[in-house]
């Protein structure tokens, strides 16, 4: 009989630590008990702002009121990526959380564009995308609809700092408890090599069954302690820093985040409540840090608030995600550059998945097994999506787009290219959290044109093509002209009385 899980100890208490703390304990609740350490001499990386749709899954498991949670993390509507630049200088694409059109089964919506498009119609794939028209737009509403062609998928941009406030409120109300210190030496069984005890520099002993490493980039148990070593690959993302400033609050919110692709990198723009976001993603092999800091801050819509503070980061993951009794969460796990704001979506997948194989009767080869075979998917997915936006780029002003363009990928993505270019066909495996309108959507954007057509899209006669199409865009901008702007929204949805 192996040892019964009691005591979880979370090690950090960043956006990981907090996330990982409050839903832990929300789903095991009496069964098992939390102890959270953190140090204040060390501090949390505090960025991390825009978000995919599945937090809302996280807000609903955490039983959060959404008003609430808006007011609280300072938060706005996030309906789509805005990518700027990415394929040539002055053009730009909506990687939106919508789908063009209305699905229909075994033939995407694309497929009667692409067709109509051959016969000579020039309608863009986005102008049948709801979350494109309301983010141009700078329009939002939670539209209460029965027919799912209307349906708003959405995220958040918020505060990283009020986030993890938050929620470390939330833990603590709960029963999970907070420990203050530095963790100076961990002890590990000499037989099975497991984690047993933190000691803290104030002398204290943190004690635990079963440990969940969210210290940062230093990766304190996974790395430092259990060696656990690290799969680089910044040799297909190589920017490795990034600089991240706040401005003033700008005038309107827009509902997506910006991306602007610059010469050796990208600038994100996240629109707060109170103030904006902004950052830089470089490679430090083609931007020394004077550098990247004028473009950052001559690139800002608004007054810089703080100075710029750069994090230098090492692009990949952690061999095994779960390694003995710890588990990796949050940055300790890897890390992919945030253009597709997928860190902290990974923080709530990795916890759910722990969940699921949760070790309640003691830690076993086969949970550790799969739970790192299904980590290590998850963040290839991601990775090779990232990979897409900058290998299809046609910039070549510089020497960091040119090598990009012309780097070895993995086979994976010039399959999906392959496919997609052929016939505008699209595949997903169930570990890859984008959905086929993402692949369609960054494909399409970054200028790769299906040549051929699914042949269930020639069913419908030339007329009833266009009067498809037609009607399409019809029902799209039907709603539009009731829905408030963003900032009226807000203002109306996150009122106290
Ligand atoms: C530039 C940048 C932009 C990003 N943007 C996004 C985004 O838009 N969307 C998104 O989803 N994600 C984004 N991320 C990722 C996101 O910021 C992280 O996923 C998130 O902050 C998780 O951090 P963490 O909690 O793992 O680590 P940290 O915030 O670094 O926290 C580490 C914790 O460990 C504790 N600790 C470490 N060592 C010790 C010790 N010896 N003793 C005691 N305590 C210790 C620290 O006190 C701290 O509390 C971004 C990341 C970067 C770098």
Redesign the pocket.
């Given at each position: 009989m192996k040892d019964k899980i009691q005591k979880i100890v979370v090690?950090?208490?960043?956006?990981?630590?907090?996330?990982s703390a409050a839903l832990l304990k929300r789903v095991l609740g009496e069964q098992v008990s939390i102890e959270l350490?953190?140090?204040?001499?060390?501090?949390?990386?505090?960025?991390?702002?825009?978000?995919?749709p599945p937090i809302q899954l996280v807000n609903k498991v955490l039983g959060l009121d959404e008003a609430e949670f808006l007011r609280e993390t300072k938060a706005t509507i996030k309906l789509a990526i805005r990518f700027e630049n990415w394929r040539v200088n002055g053009e730009s694409y909506y990687h939106t959380f919508g789908a063009p059109g209305r699905s229909q089964a075994f033939c995407h919506f694309h497929h009667y564009w692409v067709r109509a498009r051959q016969a000579g119609d020039t309608s863009n794939l986005w102008d049948y995308d709801l979350n494109y028209i309301c983010a141009e737009a700078g329009r939002f509403a939670k539209l209460k609809v029965d027919d799912p062609v209307w349906e708003m998928q959405y995220a958040y941009?918020f505060d990283?700092s009020l986030y993890?406030q938050y929620l470390r409120r939330y833990s603590e109300k709960l029963g999970v408890n907070r420990t203050e210190?530095?963790?100076?030496q961990v002890s590990v069984n000499a037989e099975n090599g497991h984690v047993e005890s933190?000691t803290?520099?104030n002398g204290k002993e943190v004690a635990g069954d079963f440990f969940v490493d969210?210290?940062?980039?230093?990766g304190?148990l996974i790395q430092q302690h259990l060696g656990t070593g690290y799969e680089d690959w910044g040799h297909w993302l190589p920017c490795d820093r990034?600089?991240?400033v706040p401005s003033e609050r700008f005038e309107k919110t827009v509902p997506f985040?910006r991306s602007i692709a610059h010469p050796a990198g990208w600038q994100?723009r996240?629109p707060l409540q109170h103030r904006n976001?902004n950052?830089l993603?470089y490679s430090s092999r083609h931007y020394s840090d004077d550098e990247a800091a004028d473009i950052l801050l001559n690139n800002l819509d608004s007054e810089a608030i703080a100075e710029p503070k750069i994090?230098p980061?090492r692009t990949g993951r952690a061999r095994k995600q779960w390694n003995r009794n710890v588990v990796a969460?949050?940055?300790?796990?890897g890390?992919l550059?945030?253009l597709e704001?997928?860190?902290?979506?990974?923080?709530q997948s990795a916890i759910v998945r722990l969940i699921t194989l949760f070790p309640h009767a003691g830690v076993t080869r086969e949970l550790t097994d799969e739970y790192n075979r299904q980590s290590q998917y998850e963040f290839e997915y991601i990775r090779d999506f990232i990979i897409l936006h900058y290998y299809l780029n046609e910039r070549g002003d510089s020497q960091f787009w040119r090598d990009v363009a012309n780097m070895d990928v993995p086979e994976r993505i010039t399959e999906k290219i392959q496919l997609f270019r052929a016939n505008g066909t699209l595949t997903k495996d169930n570990l890859d959290i984008f959905l086929e309108s993402s692949w369609l959507q960054v494909m399409l954007g970054q200028g790769v044109m299906p040549e051929d057509y699914h042949p269930l899209a020639d069913v419908l006669s030339a007329e009833q093509l266009r009067d498809k199409l037609a009607k399409t865009r019809e029902t799209k901008l039907q709603p539009v002209p009731q829905i408030p702007s963003h900032d009226e929204f807000l203002e109306a949805f996150c009122k106290t009385d």
């Open positions: 090690v950090g208490g960043g956006t990981a630590g907090w996330m350490v953190e140090s204040d001499a060390i501090g949390i990386v505090g960025v991390g702002e825009a978000t995919i941009h990283a993890g210190g530095l963790i100076e933190l803290l520099k969210c210290s940062g980039t230093r304190l990034a600089m991240a985040t994100w996240i976001g950052g993603v994090i980061f969460i949050g940055l300790s796990s890390f550059e945030p704001s997928t860190s902290i979506h990974l923080i």
